[in-house]
């Protein structure tokens, strides 16, 4: 009885080790960009996110090949839009975040704000937060 | 009353890009897939990137989706697996068959001998047909590396052979034979098992031609055959 309980605890934990994808800092960017725009996500606008608002460079080259890597994960669907006139007749590589792309940002922010706290950029960036200025 | 100093247009930030950067850019474009060409064609159609950065976005993404092919073995077995040891070996071969059938059609009363050189000069079209199919349908994104490797060899023995005008072309009877292979190759032909057959027997038949050394090389370089015969029992599985 106590082997098979072991049995089943491995397999379990075998079970969550092959669920679990883990991604990188520049993927849960990507993830992020794509879940600011929802419907309106796609190469070029999301790069504009990703400079904006997350203050770094992104070149088109890094931003497509890790959407490749993200689409062979599961983490994002992509698709060919209409073509539009904006962009001389030229379609767009549209994106969506999947469920499973939802489950592996949070688990990867969950883990950095875990890690972050009671470091001194975790302190500080929680001053500086609204709510706790007060 | 000052005047603005003029801008360039179109090279700056903050302007779109027109004329001849944007030409230059859909040139360097001409590296991607047809429809990854225009998505990216279009995501900086609507930016405001300088023509520079544009360009090292295109070139970027080429060389991104080139290293990323070279992960796979196709790309490194076509190349330096088949292109490159296959045209020091039929640039032996060549000479050996036309210095053959040379000599035949001197003596032509020597029926046997001309059809001896007659049938080598065969084996070596059908064995470059059959190296060049391989290549071109083992790793049709990387045929430049394969024509890279092919092309290095030839003119470095172009440049050594002593040969002159037409006795230098002895040396590349195979190179039209195998750009048909290529081209055939490229366009995904199934080949029927009948030709596969036929092929792999050219192939282990062509180093038997030859003396001993050129028997081991071409031993060596029979997995061409190998891949086509494998390719036609999958395929009609």
Redesign the interface.
């Known amino acids: 009885m106590h082997t098979f309980k072991n049995r089943l605890d491995a397999a379990r934990h075998y079970t969550h080790n092959v669920v679990l994808i883990m991604i990188g800092e520049f993927e849960f960017l990507i993830l992020s960009a794509a879940a600011h725009l929802g419907e309106e996500a796609?190469?070029?606008a999301m790069?504009?996110v990703i400079e904006t608002k997350g203050g770094r460079t992104c070149?088109?080259?890094?931003l497509?090949?890790t959407l490749d890597r993200l689409e062979a994960k599961g983490l994002v669907k992509t698709w060919?839009s209409a073509?539009?006139q904006?962009?001389?007749g030229?379609?767009?590589?549209m994106v969506r975040v999947t469920r499973e792309g939802v489950r592996a940002a949070r688990e990867f922010y969950q883990a950095v704000i875990k890690i972050s706290s009671g470091t001194v950029w975790g302190e500080s960036l929680r001053s500086r937060l609204p709510g706790d200025a007060v | 009353m000052g005047r603005e100093p003029a801008q360039p247009f179109a090279w700056g930030r903050g302007m779109k890009i027109r004329g001849a950067g944007w030409r230059s850019i859909e040139a360097a474009a001409g590296l991607l897939s047809p429809?990854?060409r225009?998505?990216?064609?279009?995501?900086?159609?609507?930016?405001d990137r300088d023509v520079w950065r544009a360009l090292?976005?295109?070139l970027?993404?080429?060389?991104?989706?080139q290293l990323?092919l070279w992960r796979n073995w196709r790309p490194w077995a076509a190349s330096l697996g088949l292109a490159l040891p296959a045209s020091l070996f039929l640039m032996g071969c060549s000479v050996a068959a036309s210095a053959d059938l040379a000599g035949a059609l001197r003596e032509l009363e020597q029926v046997q001998l001309l059809w001896f050189s007659l049938s080598r000069l065969l084996l070596v079209i059908a064995w470059a047909w059959m190296a060049g199919f391989v290549v071109g349908s083992v790793s049709r994104p990387t045929l430049w590396a394969s024509l890279l490797a092919c092309c290095v060899p030839c003119l470095y023995c172009l440049s050594e052979w002593p040969g002159q005008g037409l006795s230098h072309l002895r040396l590349l009877i195979f190179f039209l034979p195998g750009a048909w292979g290529v081209w055939r190759g490229r366009r995904e032909t199934q080949l029927g098992l009948r030709w596969a057959i036929l092929l792999a027997a050219i192939a282990m038949l062509t180093p038997l031609m030859w003396s001993k050394g050129g028997l081991v090389y071409g031993c060596w370089l029979l997995w061409p055959a190998w891949y086509v015969a494998a390719t036609v029992r999958r395929k009609q599985e």
């Open positions: 796609y190469g070029a790069r504009e070149s088109l080259g890094a497509y090949i060919m073509p539009t904006q962009r001389g030229r379609a767009k590589r | 429809g990854e225009e998505v990216v064609l279009g995501d900086l159609a609507e930016t090292r976005d295109v970027g993404l080429a060389a991104r989706r990323s």
